[in-house]
């Protein structure tokens, strides 16, 4: 492996890590908080915030990252032909659907806090926060999968 594969394999890892802790802590830790009511709006709309921006730049960096290792590694026939090209093209698939909820369930939890409301967007956020936080699992789980094959 070059010295620029190893690289972009670590900022690979490290994004990949960040955005599904990013997200389970969001779920686990933020949410239930804002359920109870226990926390006021202006800060938990400034965590918010930060899980967009987490999910946003990870997102990209995942993309951009994990198109140069696909590059590197795969052929079109591989990808489409081999049980790690499977893996890779279902990890692509994970990504899209969860920065969708990601997007999706901090929009819900952004309008209500700007609106100065604390459990009712906590709730309505909820199933897309816990969807995502099983995609971020099965993102870990499918990328050990696909490192159990070289």
């Known amino acids: 492996m070059s010295v620029v594969n190893a690289a972009v394999f670590g900022v690979h890892l490290i ?79 994970l990504w899209f659907t969860l920065a969708g909820l990601v997007e999706v369930g901090a929009s819900k939890l952004s309008d209500g806090f700007d609106q100065q409301k604390v459990r009712e967007p906590a709730r309505n956020a909820r199933p897309f926060l816990l969807g995502a936080s099983l995609v971020s699992i099965l993102l870990l789980l499918d990328a050990g999968a696909i490192l159990g094959l070289y």
């Not at 730049?57 to 995942?62: C, H, R």
């Not at 990252?65 to 990890?91: C, D, K, N, P, Q």
């Open 15 to 93: 994004f990949a890590a960040l955005w599904a802790g990013t997200v389970l802590f969001m779920t686990y830790a933020v949410l239930p908080t804002a359920m109870n009511g226990d926390s006021s709006p202006g800060p938990l709309s400034a965590i918010t915030g930060k899980l967009k921006t987490v999910s946003r730049a990870s997102a990209t960096l995942l993309f951009l990252t994990g198109g140069h290792l696909a590059a590197t590694r795969y052929t079109a026939e591989s990808l489409t032909g081999t049980g790690r090209g499977h893996l890779v093209i279902t990890m692509i698939v």
